[in-house]
C-alpha cells in the first residue's frame, strides 16, 4: 500500500514538473556519479563557468547531501543554503547567492547536513520545480551526490538532461554501468564524459565496450548511451582548486580546458534537441 501511494506522489511530483519545465525557459542538467572521487563537482563548478561566458544564465544547485564544496570551488561564503529553505528558514531567493562570476548564481548545500526521517526525495525535486518556475535561468546545473540512492534518482528523475561523470578506473565504470542499468528503464538516453583521460579515444572505446555488455544484457534497446568527451589529467586542475579558483578560468590555453569547452559544445547541442531556447 505504501508503495502504491509513494509511487502516485512520484507520478504527481512528475506531471507538476512536467508542465513548470514546459512554460519556463531553463533547462536542467543533472551532472552525476555511481563513485565518489571521479572530479564531478569540480567539473560542474568549472562547466557552469563556461556556460556562463558564453552568455547563459546559470545557476548550479548543490545537491551533494551532507558532501557539500561548490561553495569552496566557486568561492563563496553563502550565509544561506539550500537546507535552510527545506527547512523553512530561508526563503527562495535568500538561497540564490550571486557568485563574483557574471551570469552564476550558486544554490549551496551543506557539509554534514542531517535530513529527518521525515524528509524525502520529493522535497529536493520540488525545490528543483520552485527555480524552474522562476523562469530566471537558461540552465540549472544540479551536482549530485555520488552513488544510487533515492534523492539522487529523484534528481535525475526531474532533469531534462543527465551527465555521467567518470574515469577509466573499473570500480568507477561497474558504477556507470549500474547508472546505465538504473536509467534504462525510466529514461532515453545518458551522457558520459571521462575523466582523468590520457586522450579522446579511451573515453570512446570504453563507452562502446559498455554499449556492447547493455546489448548482450538486453537492457532497453531504444535508450542511448553517448559519449560527449574526455578531461584530460593536468596538474593545473589541483593548483586551481587549491586556490579556489577555476581552472578554465586560470588556464584558459590549458588542455583540461580546451577539453572541457568541447563537451560543452556537445552539451549544448543536446540541449537544443530538447528544448529550443
Given at each position: 500500500m505504501f508503495n502504491q501511494i509513494s509511487q502516485q506522489a512520484q507520478n504527481l511530483?512528475?506531471?507538476?514538473?512536467?508542465?513548470?519545465?514546459?512554460?519556463?525557459?531553463?533547462?536542467?542538467?543533472?551532472?552525476?556519479?555511481?563513485?565518489?572521487?571521479?572530479?564531478?563537482?569540480?567539473?560542474?563548478?568549472?562547466?557552469?563557468?563556461?556556460?556562463?561566458?558564453?552568455?547563459?544564465?546559470?545557476?548550479?544547485?548543490?545537491?551533494?547531501?551532507?558532501?557539500?564544496?561548490?561553495?569552496?570551488?566557486?568561492?563563496?561564503?553563502?550565509?544561506?543554503?539550500?537546507?535552510?529553505?527545506?527547512?523553512?528558514?530561508?526563503?527562495?531567493?535568500?538561497?540564490?547567492?550571486?557568485?563574483q562570476y557574471d551570469n552564476l548564481t550558486l544554490c549551496a548545500g551543506k557539509s554534514g547536513y542531517e535530513y529527518t526521517k521525515n524528509t524525502n526525495s520529493l522535497v529536493f525535486s520540488r525545490v528543483v520545480t520552485q527555480i524552474v518556475q522562476l523562469d530566471r535561468y537558461d540552465i540549472l546545473l544540479i551536482d549530485?551526490?555520488?552513488?544510487?540512492?533515492?534523492?539522487?534518482?529523484?534528481?535525475?528523475?526531474?532533469?531534462d538532461e543527465i551527465l555521467a561523470i567518470t574515469t577509466t578506473d573499473p570500480s568507477a565504470i561497474t558504477d556507470a554501468y549500474a547508472l546505465i542499468k538504473m536509467l534504462s528503464k525510466t529514461k532515453k538516453k545518458l551522457l558520459i564524459c571521462f575523466n582523468h583521460t590520457k586522450n579522446y579515444t579511451i573515453g570512446d572505446t570504453i563507452t562502446n565496450s559498455i554499449k556492447d555488455l547493455s546489448q548482450k544484457n538486453r537492457l532497453n534497446k531504444n535508450f542511448m548511451v553517448k559519449y560527449i568527451g574526455s578531461i584530460s589529467s593536468t596538474q593545473n586542475i589541483q593548483k586551481a582548486g587549491r586556490r579556489r579558483l577555476l581552472f578554465v578560468n586560470e588556464f584558459k590555453y590549458d588542455v583540461a580546458t580546451i577539453d572541457l569547452e568541447n563537451v560543452v559544445d556537445k552539451l549544448l547541442r543536446e540541449l537544443e534537441k530538447v528544448k529550443k531556447w
Open positions: 511530483v512528475s506531471l507538476t514538473t512536467k508542465s513548470a519545465a514546459e512554460k519556463s525557459k531553463t533547462k536542467v542538467i543533472a551532472i552525476t556519479s555511481g563513485k565518489g572521487g571521479v572530479g564531478k563537482s569540480t567539473i560542474t563548478a568549472n562547466m557552469a563557468f563556461v556556460l556562463s561566458q558564453k552568455g547563459y544564465n546559470v545557476a548550479v544547485l548543490d545537491a551533494d547531501i551532507g558532501l557539500a564544496n561548490m561553495q569552496v570551488l566557486l568561492n563563496v561564503r553563502p550565509a544561506k543554503t539550500f537546507f535552510d529553505y527545506i527547512d523553512g528558514h530561508s526563503s527562495l531567493e535568500e538561497i540564490l547567492i550571486p557568485t549530485t551526490g555520488a552513488g544510487l540512492n533515492e534523492y539522487v534518482q529523484e534528481f535525475l528523475d526531474i532533469s
